[in-house]
């Protein structure tokens, strides 16, 4: 399995608009963060182990995007992504879902409605946001995305892999994680709630929310994720959701051995 960090950085993006901080003005491209996003790309594998039957994605590499972010064209012309076969949504604020109106391109070139995979609370808000997608007016003009919604109430199978729900919160805000295999990614999340640890157990590769050293009302802080870090035993931890506080080769000198900052293009083989 690979997974590509599409995107790093915190909502605003970084650079911030107007910024003059050592980090908004760094040479360094690891400190140029669009926002947050994963793909995960599986070797298609014969059979649907939960089902016996043949692979929805066989006979090609199965690529799972999580989050359609706001940058999303751009991330996808940066790292050549050709191919989306399903999306996964861990929530519904603007940094996660803007890019949407983007996957229409995957629509053309492979010539068929990409499934969506979300919570119900996610799934309204993408119906209500998105409402020219969902609820089309007579006049389509240059075509709009096409999407199959599905409800997610617990772990299932795409393509032979399985995709464990991780519930966190974001503050007062229940949201989704996602686990596969020994691999989980938790963006946007300051809490995990004594229910979802099992879920993470076992897990050797993690990319986790850290968005600056103070505490934050919404995110982990960075010592908060180390923290997390050393209770769920990873082996190695990249985190994401950076604010520009954070510089990228100052902080990673900083921490734990097996523990740094991700950047936009980070490519992990799981």
Partial sequence: MKVT??????SSGVPAIGCDCAVCRSTD???RRTRPSILIEIAPGPKDPASGSPSPFAGSVRSILVDTSTDLREQALARNVRRVDAILFTHSHADHVMGLDDVRRYNQMQRAAIPCFADAETLASLRRMFAY?????????????QLSLFRIGGPFSLGGAEIVPVP???????????????????TDCNRIPDESWPLLGGVKTVVLDALRRRPHP????????????????????Y???????????????QLPSGVELAYDGLVLEI
């Fill in 5 to 10: 960090v599409l995107g790093s950085g915190t």
């Fill in 168 to 186: 966190v919160f974001h503050g007062r805000l229940p949201i989704l994680g996602f686990r596969v295999g020994a691999f989980a990614y938790l």
């Fill in 133 to 145: 997608v969902f609820t089309p007016p007579e006049q389509i003009g240059g075509g709009i995305p």
């Fill in 218 to 237: 919404t995110h982990f802080s960075l010592s908060e994720a180390v923290d997390v870090v050393a209770r769920l035993g990873a082996e190695r931890a």
């Fill in 29 to 31: 491209p690891r400190d």
């Fill in 239 to 253: 985190f994401t959701h950076i604010a520009h506080d954070l510089g990228h080769a100052e902080t990673c000198a």
